[in-house]
């Protein structure tokens, strides 16, 4: 074996859990921006690197009734209507001033986040709607999947905001559940989301007929079994929804529970058989795996603007937190610190034409060829990576690749595809972070350790004893070599 290999194995061997790998490069590697950076000639250059100009859109709420333990998204607790309605006016002008950047491509999806944005009424949505429509008229014969994230309790509460969001087009929501054993749903912090809710907020979505239900559940919380565990994957079966997503949980430094220290949670090796019981689980109730952490009904389900994004698809982010990726820059137009200081920045920004990219990470040709093997080896062609000058800088990749084969998280296949195995899947995220740039995990590792040193000082100013362990964070995790 070469040394490659060596680590590779090593890895597996030990069952690191690293965090999941949704974005390259991740958050926290964004640092201010010079103002030179203009969005109609980011967005320009972007074109000339896609043969087929395509665009997701994701438009952030970032509002909530309340803030998850583990919650590190960009999100404020506010149920004021007031607020509502001007950040609804704001992000609905920032949708209008990317007029052409929208109009030059071909729209495939729709992603509504946050945040709870099923805490806006239904006027906000038909104006959001109206707008999206003034820009770009035939949407409704090019988009794919319209989303929104949800939580069983704002279902509950206002069954009729998703039966009008369906009349407008909805296709899918993603409603957070994380587990269906009572006591770790109170752990989380989602007192309000309890079993009995979150049974009736499935069965709402079934009464208006949504076409595609998206659930999630966690694997790690304190206190969970085993036995726990099962419980909640088989009870989650049996409810059927389109879309199934677990995840190991991971505490990062700038969620609340890390900031307090007052929570322990599982960095185990062993959660890798509850990994195995869901799979085994799920497929044998019709399942087919669409990536490391998402199951779906064959035809039904799905997580369409993830899973175009990891192709290489570009994404217009839109709202105060909100992330944009092109193949120039990946940038926010704000900070990354939520507050309703930053929002009510954001709302007079939007009104008078001033946002501008902040923050971000400028990409290379390496950097983008980086991103497709971080996000998308399920099934990739390389060939697609010669635009990026994949095969002068193939030296810098072949040999992870090589080892990933030795080791049986690849294949092969003619015409230049390479596509995870069984194992793959399983053991998809570690492999991910040996793509990773030296830059990327230097920057990354600077952001998280800043963070941990501001939790210690909290934490010693509060008289709370720092009582985080066996975190894996960027900050805490070595990159695998």
Not at 142 to 150: G, R
Not at 237 to 249: G, M, V
Not at 432 to 456: A, C, G, I, P, T
Request: with cysteine; net charge negative.
């Amino acid at each position: 074996m070469n040394d490659i290999t060596n680590v590779l194995s090593s890895y597996i061997e030990q069952g690191v859990i690293p965090p999941f790998n949704y974005s390259y490069p991740s958050r926290s590697t964004y640092r201010p921006l010079d103002s030179s950076w203009n969005v109609d000639d980011i967005w320009a250059r972007d074109l000339e690197n896609h043969q087929t100009p395509e665009l997701n859109l994701y438009l952030h709420v970032p509002f909530c009734r309340y803030k998850c333990g583990f919650c590190n998204l960009y999100t404020v607790i506010s149920e004021d209507q007031d607020v509502y309605d001007a950040y609804m006016d704001a992000l609905c002008t920032q949708l209008r001033d990317h007029t052409e950047v929208i109009q030059a491509r071909r729209l495939r999806t729709i992603y509504i986040g946050g945040g709870t944005p099923s805490l806006l009424s239904l006027r906000h949505f038909e104006q959001l709607f109206s707008t999206i429509t003034e820009i770009y008229p035939n949407w409704r014969s090019t988009v794919e999947d319209v989303a929104i994230e949800a939580t069983p309790d704002s279902i509950v509460n206002e069954p009729d905001t998703l039966e009008g969001l369906i009349r407008m087009g909805l296709t899918r929501a993603n409603v957070g559940i994380q587990s269906l054993v009572p006591q770790e749903i109170r752990e989380a912090g989602r007192g309000q989301a309890n079993e009995q809710v979150i049974r009736r907020a499935i069965e709402i979505t079934r009464e208006k007929n949504l076409p595609d239900l998206s659930t999630d559940l966690i694997m790690g919380f304190a206190g969970q079994t085993d036995k726990s565990w099962c419980q909640s994957v088989d009870e989650l079966a049996a409810l059927s929804p389109e879309t199934i997503s677990t995840y190991f949980l991971t505490v990062r430094p700038d969620a609340w529970f890390s900031k307090t220290g007052a929570y322990q949670y599982m960095w185990n090796p062993d959660l890798y058989k509850r990994y195995d019981y869901a799979n085994q689980v799920f497929r044998e109730a019709g399942y087919v795996q669409e990536s490391n952490v998402r199951y779906k009904k064959l035809g039904r389900g799905g997580y369409a603007q993830k899973v175009l994004t990891f192709h290489g698809v570009p994404l217009l982010g839109l709202g105060v937190g909100a992330r944009s990726y092109s193949s120039v820059l990946d940038y926010m137009v704000g900070s990354v610190k939520p507050s309703m200081a930053e929002i009510g920045n954001y709302i007079d920004k939007a009104r008078s034409h001033r946002l501008t990219p902040q923050t971000g990470f400028v990409l290379t040709p390496e950097e983008n060829i980086r991103k497709r093997l971080v996000l998308d080896l399920f099934d990739l062609n390389l060939r697609e990576l010669d635009r990026f000058g994949y095969r002068e800088k193939a030296h810098l990749f072949e040999p992870v690749i090589s080892a990933s084969e030795e080791t049986g998280l690849l294949r092969r296949l003619p015409g230049g595809r390479v596509q995870l195995t069984p194992d793959g899947f399983k053991y998809r995220d570690i492999l991910s972070w040996m793509f990773f740039s030296d830059d990327v995990v230097d920057l990354d590792r600077e952001y998280y350790e800043n963070l941990h040193q501001q939790n210690k000082r909290a934490q010693k100013v509060m008289g709370e004893p720092l009582r985080i362990s066996g975190i894996t964070s960027r900050a805490t995790a070595d990159k695998p070599a």
